[in-house]
């Protein structure tokens, strides 16, 4: 229930901008506003038949109270941490690493950088975001800004709901774009806190190790996969607004994303 007043402060707050998010180590947030016109929503809209690493269902739900006889609708969810439009906590691949809900929000309300590799993902579906792609967007864009996240977008999305999102060929080998972990490692000494995917993984498909997660997500950053929408954003100028699920020690979780442009 919103107290009087409140609405109309909602709104200013709309029109003047939300605050720029925090330098890492820069302490309070500075008085520069950011304003924008339009949100766009990054999620896609997760059922049980959504594409997963793990083998069983990835959601199953239960109804447990209907309107008709307990008065109220309710279901029950039973589902895998790393399914649809989710996010990777730090502890995905660090024991010491900081799970979900021990996120800070600074670091959720970042600067959006988007790297387009969908003409290389287009005669590759093995195709990964490198250094020089890194590189070549910074010499046309300007330089990457530290506290960012940047989003990964190869066209992908287009398949999310068919057996090439996977991409799996006769042995199970699955192929998909992906970020390099050298890419990843730049990104590091750019001070950028997050990476997004419009696939499957961080890592490009065939990866059997994943190079890219262990380079990141020990460095206390966090990643989303499976994003939507990424077509509709430009090159640098939104925000991403990561709505991180809060249990305590999740090691991810479906996520809602938006981005202010």
């Known amino acids: 229930m919103c107290v009087p007043g409140c609405l109309e402060a909602i709104a200013r707050g709309s029109r003047r901008g939300l605050a720029a998010p925090s330098d890492r180590a820069a302490g309070p947030l500075p008085t520069e506003r950011r304003s924008f016109t339009r949100v766009v929503d990054l999620t896609h809209a997760m059922g049980p038949d959504f594409p997963s690493f793990d083998p069983g269902p990835g959601l199953v739900t239960e109804t447990v109270a209907t309107l008709a006889r307990d008065g109220y609708n309710m279901r029950r969810w039973c589902l895998v941490e790393h399914i649809g439009t989710h996010l990777d906590a730090p502890i995905h691949y660090a024991d010491d690493g900081a799970s979900a809900d021990r ?4 670091d959720l309300v970042v600067p959006l950088v988007v790297v387009d590799i969908a003409g290389k993902a ?12 890194l590189l070549a967007f910074e010499a046309a864009r300007g330089a990457i800004p530290a506290h960012s996240c940047v989003a990964l977008y190869s066209g992908w999305e287009r398949f999310v709901t068919g057996p090439r999102f996977c991409n799996a060929d006769t042995d199970g080998v699955m192929h998909f774009p992906g970020f390099h972990a050298e890419a ?4 590091i000494e750019r001070g950028a806190v997050g990476l997004a995917v419009d696939t499957l993984s961080l890592d490009h498909g065939p990866s059997r ?21 990424l077509a509709m954003l430009p090159p640098v100028g939104a925000t991403i607004v990561v709505g991180a699920p809060k249990i305590e020690g999740a090691t991810g979780g479906p996520t809602r994303v938006l981005a202010l442009v």
Do not use: K, S
């Open 209 to 229: 190790d994943f190079p890219t997660h262990r380079t990141w997500l020990p460095t206390g950053r966090w990643g989303l996969e499976a994003v939507a929408n």
């Open 122 to 133: 287009q005669d590759d579906p093995d195709a990964r975001l490198t250094p020089d792609d």
């Open 184 to 187: 990843a490692a730049l990104l």
């Open 103 to 106: 996120l800070t929000i600074e």
